[in-house]
């Protein structure tokens, strides 16, 4: 199994541009999950799935959209990328089903928004 | 709300030295606790997680020790080794869901 796999690994893109970062999972997990993680602080949470059709917002939404219509694949999309959205990206999967299981990580997109 | 911090952002140790990495949290509604490494350049990867309503839990080379009273945990490497040199991070979850909740991380380096 490739276990979760981003891409792409790095982005540079002016404001204003849009954009979307891939996430697949081969696992056949049912959640899946977008965290942010900015220099100093620990990951925070920006979208997350419990399943295909179904996405919620998580702590910092603001500015990204994403969808679920498959159980591999949650795409996180930046409609118009600022320079505060400058960060490095992780999706994450775990079987959920309401309860708590190990999550895995992806290695991760770094974006620079310029 | 709910909020995971750490006591230390850098910790040295020397080789073969044990290294003490602790955590601080706020909600006592958690049911898990989670402690991650991650390595310059790669994701977060599970090291080990505790219940709740336990006290310690062992592991190769690692120990979680959960103090409810205090709302402390702490991830304990045993003859810590180079290829431990990292940034550790504790979370925080309920048990009907998947939203972890991090805290900002302690890097933790290895002298030679």
């Known amino acids: ?114 | 709300g709910e909020s995971v911090g750490l006591h230390l952002p850098t910790l040295s140790v020397q080789e073969g030295d044990n290294s003490i990495i602790n955590c601080a949290y706020s909600n006592s509604a958690s049911d898990y606790f989670i402690w991650y490494k991650q390595e310059s350049g790669k994701g977060p990867q599970f090291i080990i997680d505790i219940r709740s309503n336990m006290d310690k839990r062992q592991g190769q080379r690692v120990t979680v020790l959960l103090n409810k009273t205090v709302k402390h945990l702490s991830l304990q490497i045993a003859a810590t080794q180079p290829g431990d040199s990292a940034v550790y991070f504790c979370a925080s979850v309920r048990s009907s869901g998947d939203k972890l909740t991090f805290g900002t991380g302690t890097r933790l380096a290895v002298r030679p």
Not at chain 1, 12 to 38: F, I, P
Not at chain 1, 70 to 78: G, I, N, V
Request: charged letters at 15%; a neutral charge.
């Open chain 1, 1 to 114: 199994n490739a276990g979760v796999t981003q891409t792409p690994k790095f982005q540079v893109l002016k404001t204003g541009q849009s954009m979307t970062l891939q996430c697949a999972q081969d696992m056949n997990h049912e959640y899946m999950s977008w965290y942010r993680q900015d220099p100093g602080m620990g990951l925070r949470l920006i979208h997350y799935s419990v399943g295909a059709g179904i996405t919620d917002q998580g702590e910092v939404p603001n500015g990204y959209n994403v969808s679920r219509s498959t159980t591999e694949d949650f795409p996180l999309r930046l409609l118009s990328a600022a320079p505060s959205q400058t960060s490095v990206y992780f999706c994450a999967s775990g079987l959920g089903r309401g309860t708590y299981n190990e999550q895995f990580f992806g290695p991760g997109t770094r974006l620079t928004v310029l």
